[in-house]
Each structure stands twice: as structure tokens, then as C-alpha cells.
């Protein structure tokens, strides 16, 4: 299971069994990309992808999610490892996260609610199969159901306390720029790995190939998450993964 010095995970968000899209958090705003989520993962797999980050957002919102839950269970019989967040509230989540063979599960709104919960999950399974997810405005104030809700605390914050938790990693997104594709807040997820020493995965903002590149080489992040990019092509998987890879083939050889 172990992820490459670099992993860029194309995007998978489900809502209503549909792959969807939308910009900082506006789910009335919601643009259907693909109405076979299956066919779609299967893009990614066919385009070189390991790893998939797949979000049920009924589920984050609180909604009937029934069949996004079967999506996924299919989706993790294909050659693929597969993180997963959304609604994950309670340990039965997590262990069914787990026994349908996803990699690594992403919690979030449990993370703030009830802390314990994480200590928990980590004993369970270990710190690379639980990852904490922070969704963070411009502030840097944590938002958690579904983005709909302010948590009254920093990422930063969030973070130390989940470090001292067990947590390893960490998926940073800037809501004000999800599916912006105007670039990341790179030195935000920067900062926050520095304060953490938490591995830390960037999300929102990336538009391009070189917002990519931007965030190769910084000390403490270990990835991107890629979506609105590569939905509209102004991103090419195949030609990011090759990049990716090169970059790892060129340091793994330095002495």
C-alpha cells in the first residue's frame, strides 16, 4: 500500500450515482461529468492511475447515499487503491471502509466532533490507513459536514491535535479555490505540514501542469488531488503521472 514520494489521485465525487463537479463547496451549482462512475474510475485505471480519491458526498452531506455505497463497492474490485472520505461518521464506517478493500479512509467532520474517534481508528487499522481530511476557507477555519458547517477551529490546530493522535497524513483543501483551477494555496499547505510534521496532500486549485510542478519538491507534501482539471482536459493525466514518476526516478538515484 505504500504511495510513491509524490501521488497525484484523480478525483471521484459522488452524488446521486453520478460523477460531479462544483466550485467551493456550492452543491446547488453541482455539473454531472460522467453518469458511470465505474467507467469513469476506469479511465483514470487505463490512464495510468494507482490511486483514486473517492468522495461520497450524499453521504458528507448528510443524504440518502445508498447508491453511491455500491458504486464503491464495486469500484474497489478494480486494480486501483482507492482513499475514501465522505460521511464517514462512526468506526462501523470505517470498517466497512476497510473490509470492502479501500486503502486508505479519509475522516473529517469526526475528526472535529469527536477526536476519539480517530485515536480509535488508528489503533484498529494504523496510521497509513486513516488520513485526516481538512477543508479549510481562506481563513484557515476548518468547515466540516459537507463543507456547510464552520468547526470554530484552525487547520492548524486540527492538525497538531491529530499528530499527537497518530495521524501521519493529512489532505489540505482550500474550499475558496475547489474547482477554481486558478492554483493552490501552496504556501498554506506548505505552512501547515511545517507546524504539523504531518504529510500533507493538496487539494483545490489545480488547473494545469504547472500548478502540479508547483507543488513538487516542498518539504511535507506528498501529493495533489486532481478533479475540475482533468474533467475539463486543461489537465492530461497520462502526461502528470509521467512527470510525477520522473521526478521520483531522478531523486531515488541522487546520492
Known amino acids: 500500500m505504500k504511495l510513491n514520494s509524490f501521488t497525484i489521485f484523480p478525483a471521484i465525487h459522488l452524488r446521486d450515482g453520478k460523477v460531479v463537479r462544483f466550485t467551493q463547496g456550492n452543491i446547488g451549482e453541482a455539473v454531472v461529468f460522467h453518469k458511470d462512475p465505474l467507467a469513469c474510475a476506469q479511465q483514470w485505471i487505463d490512464q495510468g492511475a494507482e490511486w483514486l480519491q473517492v468522495i461520497n458526498l450524499d453521504a458528507a452531506f448528510d443524504e440518502e447515499a445508498s447508491i453511491n455505497w455500491r458504486l464503491i463497492e464495486k469500484m474497489c474490485a478494480k486494480n486501483v487503491n482507492i482513499q475514501f472520505g465522505g460521511g464517514i461518521r462512526c468506526m462501523d464506517d470505517v470498517h466497512w471502509a476497510i473490509k470492502t478493500g479501500i486503502k ?7 475528526a472535529v466532533v469527536q477526536p476519539e474517534m480517530m485515536a480509535t481508528a488508528i489503533a484498529a487499522y494504523g496510521g497509513d490507513a486513516i488520513v485526516l481530511g481538512i477543508d479549510a476557507d481562506a481563513a484557515g477555519e476548518v468547515q466540516i459536514h459537507g463543507w456547510q458547517t464552520g468547526a470554530s477551529v484552525q487547520a492548524a490546530s486540527l492538525a497538531i491535535q491529530m499528530r499527537q493522535l497518530g495521524v501521519t497524513t493529512a489532505i489540505h483543501t482550500s474550499i475558496h479555490l475547489d474547482g477554481s ?10 505552512e501547515l505540514a511545517r507546524i504539523s510534521g504531518l504529510n500533507i496532500v493538496v487539494g483545490g486549485g489545480i488547473g494545469s501542469l504547472e500548478d502540479l510542478l508547483d507543488c513538487f519538491n516542498n518539504k511535507g507534501i506528498s501529493g495533489v488531488i486532481v478533479g475540475q482539471a482533468l474533467y475539463t482536459g486543461k489537465l492530461d493525466l497520462k502526461k502528470a503521472l509521467r512527470t510525477a514518476a520522473q521526478k521520483d526516478s531522478f531523486e531515488t538515484n541522487l546520492s
Open 181 to 190: 483551477m486558478t492554483g493552490v494555496d501552496l504556501e498554506a499547505s506548505i
Open 104 to 110: 486508505r479512509v479519509i475522516i473529517g467532520t469526526a
